[in-house]
C-alpha cells in the first residue's frame, strides 16, 4: 500500500510519485499520513515544511502555505509558494529573512514571506 | 516609362521588408505558444485540485454564510476585470476583447450596476484613455508571460475591493479570451464573484466528492481557499489569455505575409512589364531612327 503524491504550485506540479507516509504540518498541528488515511482537508502552517518519505529516501519541502487533501491514497499538497529542499538558495532565503524582520520591526509579528524564507532554511537544514 | 520601373521597383523592397517583418512575428509567436500552452498544462494540476476542493467544501456543507457566496441584496457596483495583450499584430484579438467587455458593461448598466474597469495589457489601457474612461487600476508588462504573482496582484487588488466596507464592489467579473484550439480564440465573460453555486443531482464532473474531514473547520478552510480559488481562476485565465494572444498575432502575421508574398508577386509582374515595355520602346526608337538615317541616305544619293 503506497500513496500517491502530488506537490503542485499554482504554474507546475513541483513533485510527483509514491511514497509510503506524508508529514505535514497544518495550522491544528503536525499530521502524518500513511496509506488508508481517511479524507482530510487541512490548511498548511504558514512557512512549515512537508516531508514525503518513500523507499527511494525522503523529499523535503518547503511551503508558505496552502492546503493538504488525503482522499482514496491521494495526497495533495497544494501550496502557492513551495520549493524543494535541494532547490533552496539559502543564500538568498537567508537575505528575504532579514530584510522581511527588518521590515516588520522588532516585536512584530513575523510576516509571511519571514516565515518561509525560515521554513526555506529549516528545509536546506540550515537554521 | 523608366521613372514607373524605379517607383515599382521601390515598392517590391517596401514590400518586402514588410514580409521579412511579418514572418519573423509570425515564427516569433508559433514558437512562443508552444511554451504558452505548455505552462497552461503545468498550470492545470493547482487549479484543478483547487476547484474540486472548494466544490468539496460547498457540496458538504448545506449552510454556507461566506461573503464570497452570497448574494448582495442590493447590488451597486461591479468590477470589470480585461485582459488584453500589451503589443499589437495581433489581428482582432484585442478588438474582440474590447468589444465583449463593453457588452458586458451595458448588460451591467441595464441591471443598475455601475461598473468599476480593472484593466491589465497596454492595448486596453490605451483603449479606455483614448474613450476618457475611468479605470481604477492597470497592469501591464506581462502578458504573453503571465506569472503567478502577477494574478496575485490583480486578486489582492480585487478582493480589497470587494471586501471592503466603503466604496467596494458587489461582484467582480473578468472579460478574457478562452483558447479554444490554435484556430479559434473565442472572447468570454463570466462573473468571479460572488461564487454561483448550483445545486444539481448529477455528480461532479471530476468525479465524486471525498467526504473530506475539514481541519481544523469548514469554514476556515473555505476562508483562507476561496481567495487562492479566484487568484487561480485569475492565472488561468492569463495563461489563456497569453496562448490566445499569441495564437492570434501567429494567425495575423501568417495572413500578412501571405498578402505580401501576393503582392510581390504582382508587383514582379508589373515591373516586368514596365521593363519589357521600355526595352520594346528602345528597339522602336533605334529602328526608327535607322530606317530614318537609311531614308535620308537613300534621297541624298
Known sequence: MTLHVALVVPDRELWSGEASIVIAKTTEGDIGVLAGHSPVFGVLAEGSLVEIQSDQGTVRAAVGGGFLSVADDEVSVLAAQAELAEEVDTAQARERLDTALAEAGPGAEEPTEAKYARAQLRAAGQA | ?301
Open chain 2, 1 to 301: 516609362m523608366a521613372a514607373q520601373l524605379r517607383v515599382v521597383r521601390a515598392r517590391i523592397r517596401a514590400v518586402q521588408s514588410i514580409a521579412k517583418i511579418t514572418r519573423a512575428q509570425e515564427l516569433i509567436a508559433s514558437s512562443r505558444i508552444v511554451r504558452a500552452q505548455q505552462r497552461m498544462r503545468a498550470a492545470e494540476p493547482y487549479s484543478r485540485q483547487l476547484t474540486r476542493a472548494v466544490e468539496a467544501v460547498v457540496s458538504r456543507s448545506t449552510t454556507i454564510h461566506h461573503p464570497f457566496t452570497e448574494e448582495p441584496e442590493h447590488p451597486s457596483r461591479a468590477a470589470v476585470l480585461i485582459l488584453t495583450s500589451d503589443q499589437g499584430f495581433a489581428g482582432a484579438y484585442n478588438a474582440n476583447a474590447l468589444r465583449e467587455s463593453a457588452r458586458l458593461r451595458q448588460l451591467l448598466a441595464d441591471r443598475g450596476l455601475e461598473p468599476v474597469l480593472y484593466v491589465a495589457g497596454r492595448k486596453g489601457i490605451a483603449w479606455h484613455r483614448f474613450r476618457d474612461l475611468d479605470m481604477t487600476a492597470t497592469w501591464s508588462g506581462f502578458s504573453v508571460t503571465p506569472r503567478y504573482a502577477n494574478a496575485r496582484e490583480i486578486t489582492t487588488t480585487l478582493l480589497e475591493a470587494f471586501t471592503a466596507e466603503q466604496d467596494g464592489v458587489d461582484e467582480i467579473h473578468l472579460v478574457a479570451t478562452d483558447f479554444i484550439s490554435m484556430l479559434t480564440q473565442r472572447p468570454s465573460a463570466r462573473r468571479l464573484l460572488p461564487l454561483q453555486i448550483e445545486e444539481t443531482e448529477e455528480p461532479a464532473p471530476s468525479g465524486p466528492l471525498p467526504a473530506y474531514e475539514f481541519e481544523p473547520s469548514a469554514e476556515v478552510v473555505l476562508d483562507a481557499l476561496l481567495p487562492q480559488y479566484v487568484a487561480s481562476r485569475i492565472y488561468y485565465a492569463m495563461l489563456e489569455a497569453a496562448a490566445s494572444e499569441l495564437a492570434s498575432r501567429r494567425r495575423a502575421m501568417k495572413a500578412a505575409t501571405d498578402n505580401a508574398n501576393d503582392l510581390i508577386e504582382t508587383l514582379t509582374r508589373e515591373a516586368n512589364n514596365a521593363r519589357q515595355a521600355e526595352i520594346t520602346q528602345e528597339i522602336s526608337e533605334i529602328v526608327g531612327g535607322a530606317n530614318a538615317l537609311a531614308a535620308a541616305s537613300a534621297t541624298s544619293e
